[in-house]
């Protein structure tokens, strides 16, 4: 039965690929092109390393290998057989024929193979292959590291069943595919860390003297056994025979007790996920003197609790992971003094500034959009509401606006303090982003009105792709019209002579912008106050002018009716 439902999964994949047509086969070719270029770049640096990398210590350094790859089928394998358990369309059929469940979790397991576990194969086989071929190694080599590799991936992707298998028994329904997409984000912020330790730990690029200083895995650990079976097999020696052996066994054992949890894991969890999580009752409360919100307030609560209700919302903030991990390992391994940094508090908070800026044109547009297409197949209904377009667009804003600058504003908060700024700092900067982002939030609202998309399976992409580049070239282009009056108060008065040189050597649009500029920087040497007051108000007139044109646009069009793109997920059809 086994070898007939692959049979008809192969039959399904060759066929969803034709019916694709140039758009499915330019997809996988793509993707051999990319696997292609990686093994390429890490053949080529197995060669050179292969130099200064002796035999005797390529035991110690395959653990790290096999635990690179294990965590990788791991981070990047769970979400993926997540949905092949739970997700796939076949299932309802499948689980109607007269079919043995554990046939069709056999079948589920060896499809997972093509994905991202022979991917990690791919990558780690073939350049320790190369490795091989320029130490000269043992023709006994290749095969041992075939099965060695082999098993690793049989372990990790085993791993991953079992963590699916016994979540979905623990965790309810409501909340399951949040969770995947979660680990779906947070495995590439992993995946990055991953990356980055290296340079955490060695200033200077890895060479012979920093693998040596590697620790050694204890001997007893199954990822030493596929190193000491390499290590031996290298020479030719039959010492890697008990080894070898031992790990294929525990490849199986692992494969075995995934296949345990069948019927709870599999069978039940499908179904769970199926009917969806129950509802409990609750007892209705009488409420008394309840005073009715305002319109905008009360559309800013809606957009609140379908936010607080959904991880996934939250994904857009993501990025920040990253940043957050590439300032802290830059920070580190530059060997900077902190005591240097908290002497110069004005140049950190500029600078400091200049970046979160950055990310609220990152975060504030693209949340803001996301705030029409969240309303899905529901906006009918709004519109039935006596709530006029720019209500809508009002409060759709301002909780847009309100929660990023809540979180940023208080990691600020938390730099400020390890950078020693002063409370006027502190205030001075969030006032300004608060000034500054309600432009940004206004133009996610605009660009929302006329390039929604709602996906259910991607709740967190909820823009057209041309747009969401519109948006992205909007947002900054505000920024750096918006800074221009805050660029004016922190050049040094110094620079006054060299624009008026500039303005005088260079006629045309740079003369006349060099000449304005010369003359705002004489006014702020010349009365400080009144150049700071006129910069406030110019960054006021733009951030609110821009908003208030852009909120217009925006609700006429709510008031005319937008579409939304609705996303359906493509089925798979059997042939």
């Not at 969803?16 to 053949?43: E, N, Q, T, Y």
């Not at 980055?196 to 030493?224: C, H, T, V």
């Not at 530059?334 to 500034?353: C, F, K, M, P, Y």
């Not at 108060?489 to 050597?505: A, H, K, N, R, Y």
């Amino acid at each position: 039965m086994t070898k007939k439902l692959l049979f008809v999964q192969w039959r399904m994949f060759v066929n969803s690929i034709r019916s694709k047509g140039a758009k499915g086969i330019g997809g996988i070719a793509l993707s051999v092109i990319v696997v292609g270029i990686f093994v390429v770049l890490l053949s080529k640096l197995a060669w050179e390393v292969s130099g200064f990398i002796p035999q005797q210590l390529i035991g110690d350094l395959f653990p790290y290998i096999s635990i690179i790859s294990v965590s990788m089928i791991l981070l990047l394998g769970i979400p993926q057989i997540f949905k092949s358990l739970y997700s796939e369309s076949d299932l309802s059929f499948l689980f109607t024929m007269p079919i043995p469940t554990r046939s069709i979790f056999w079948v589920k397991y060896i499809q997972s193979f093509v994905g991202i576990p022979i991917i990690v194969f791919l990558l780690t086989f073939i350049p320790l292959v190369i490795y091989g071929l320029n130490i000269g190694a043992n023709f006994l080599y290749y095969p041992v590291l075939l099965f060695v590799l082999l098993s690793n991936i049989v372990i990790g992707l085993s791993l991953a069943y079992l963590f699916n298998l016994g979540l979905i028994q623990i965790l309810p329904a409501s909340r399951a595919n949040e969770l995947m997409t979660v680990m779906s984000a947070l495995s590439g912020l992993l995946i990055y860390v991953l990356f980055q330790i290296p340079n955490f730990f060695y200033d200077e690029p890895i060479g012979k003297e920093s693998i040596g200083q590697l620790p050694a895995f204890p001997k007893w650990l199954p990822l030493s056994w596929g190193g000491d079976a390499v290590s031996s097999a290298i020479t030719g020696a039959t010492g890697f025979l008990i080894p070898i052996v031992l790990l294929i066994l525990i490849a199986a054992i692992v494969a075995l007790l995934s296949s345990t949890l069948v019927e709870k894991g599999f069978r039940t969890g499908w179904i769970r996920l199926s009917e969806g999580g129950k509802k409990k009752k609750q007892k209705t409360k009488v409420k008394k003197g309840n005073a009715i919100s305002h319109p905008i307030i009360a559309v800013g609560k809606k957009e609140w609790l379908s936010v607080k209700r959904d991880l996934r919302e939250w994904m857009v903030f993501m990025p920040l992971g990253f940043f957050a991990i590439f300032a802290i390992f830059g920070f580190v391994s530059s060997g900077v003094n902190i005591s240097d940094l908290r002497e110069h508090g004005n140049v950190t908070w500029v600078i400091a500034q200049g970046l979160f800026l950055f990310i609220y044109a990152m975060f504030n547009g693209s949340m803001s959009a996301a705030a029409i297409a969240r309303e899905g197949k529901s906006i009918s209904i709004l519109r039935m509401l006596p709530l006029t377009g720019n209500q809508i667009a009002l409060g759709k804003l301002w909780i847009s606006w309100l929660l990023p600058l809540i979180m940023l504003s208080i990691i600020e908060i938390a730099i400020g303090i390890f950078l020693n700024w002063t409370v006027y700092q502190h205030i001075a900067g969030i006032l300004m982003n608060a000034l500054v982002t309600v432009g940004i939030s206004s133009i996610g609202i605009w660009i929302g009105t006329i390039g929604a998309k709602y996906n259910p399976a991607n709740p967190q992409n909820r823009v057209k792709f041309v747009p969401s580049l519109l948006l992205m070239f909007l947002s900054y282009i505000y920024l750096f019209i918006a800074m221009i009056p805050f660029g004016i108060l922190i050049i040094p008065s110094e620079t006054g002579e060299f624009l008026s040189s500039v303005s005088t050597d260079f006629g045309g649009f740079i003369g006349l912008v060099a000449k304005l500029a010369a003359s705002f920087i004489e006014m702020k040497t010349n009365s400080p106050i009144l150049t700071f007051i006129l910069a406030l108000i110019s960054m006021a007139i733009i951030s609110l002018g821009t908003a208030t044109i852009t909120l217009l646009l925006s609700g006429k069009k709510l008031d005319k009716g937008i579409k939304i793109e609705m996303v359906s997920e493509s089925r798979t059809k059997l042939r």
